[in-house]
């Protein structure tokens, strides 16, 4: 029986399980053109009968940070060269056709670090008084990512390991907030 290993086996028949690392033409969002990149698998195969794959972009740690990066620590089991981290707040939605290989899988740390992401933001969310439709959100955070990266980038930058001044939970529920009042005025 071929498998992911053996000659002969095509990557793009395989099933991919969350925190699977992929290599995928990863699409910009801000113009119709793609790049050739690892992306993490985020989905789970609930989507795969639906012929759809969620993955988030994977980036040189060298890149100019995103608040909600996380350092990827095992670089060998994931199958990267290079220091490199995982977007979460850069999302597409694929067909697995499209996925040109697996790369590796991330350690069980960063993907606990990554999990903890997704879950506070969806909990606040879920949790709020009126929460956005996931679709709806995601939009919406597409949308606005773009400014509020440069308002963050805007931020002057301290020593290289401070602390931020405050906690991440307070971040997210801000952004957020912010999403809802769009989706609110924009209903």
Known sequence: MDGPDKPGHDERDSHFDAFDIVVVPFPYADRLAEKRRPALVISNRKLAPLGLIRVAMITSADNEPGSCDVAIADLASAGLSAPSVVRPAKIACIEPLRIQRRAGR?????????????????????????????????????????????????????????????????????????????ATSAG
């Open 106 to 182: 991330l350690d069980k740390a960063t993907a606990r670090a990554v999990a903890q992401l997704w879950e506070m933001l969806n909990s606040i969310n879920r949790f709020s008084g009126h929460p956005v439709p996931d679709a709806r959100l995601k939009q919406l955070f597409d949308a606005l990512w773009r400014e509020l990266e440069k308002k963050v980038g805007e931020i002057p930058k301290g020593p290289k390991h401070s602390k931020p001044n405050r906690p991440q939970q307070e971040i997210l529920e801000e952004s957020v907030s912010s999403v809802r009042r769009s």
